[in-house]
Nanobody
């Protein structure tokens, strides 16, 4: 299993970026892909998740209404469209995968330990 993020960069407040997570070694249909982010000095937190088998998505309150997660299973790639970016969105963004859906019937998987495969991360900086 390999995950490679891309699309990070420097953007002004209010701007947009689209992150990509290219997966190899497994089929997206059977896995959930989550986006986490980690700001300097803070813990890594889940912000979004998508699972194709049950068509569920998850968004943290901090990004709901501004970020959109999607998947292109033909390309084995998951995207995170980020709009109306704020300085507090500045962080390293990671995608992660595991062999389960985002939702287990009781709660969404949002802990770092819930995902066994990780990308290397991509830096997003929101600043004027």
């Amino acid at each position: 299993v390999q995950l490679v993020e891309s699309g990070g960069g420097l953007v002004q407040p209010g701007g947009s970026l689209r992150l990509s997570c290219a997966a190899s070694g497994f089929v997206l249909d059977d896995y959930s892909i989550a986006w986490f982010r980690q700001a300097p000095g803070k813990e890594r937190k889940a912000i979004s998740c998508i699972s194709s088998s049950d068509s569920r998505t998850y968004y943290a309150d901090s990004v709901k209404g501004r970020f959109t997660i999607s998947s292109d299973n033909a390309k084995n790639t998951v995207y995170l469209q980020m709009n109306s970016l704020k300085p507090e969105d500045t962080a390293v963004y990671y995608c992660a995968a595991d062999y389960h859906n985002c939702y287990n019937g009781e709660y969404y998987y949002t802990s770092v330990g819930d995902f066994g495969s990780w990308g290397q991360g991509t830096q997003v900086t929101v600043s004027s």
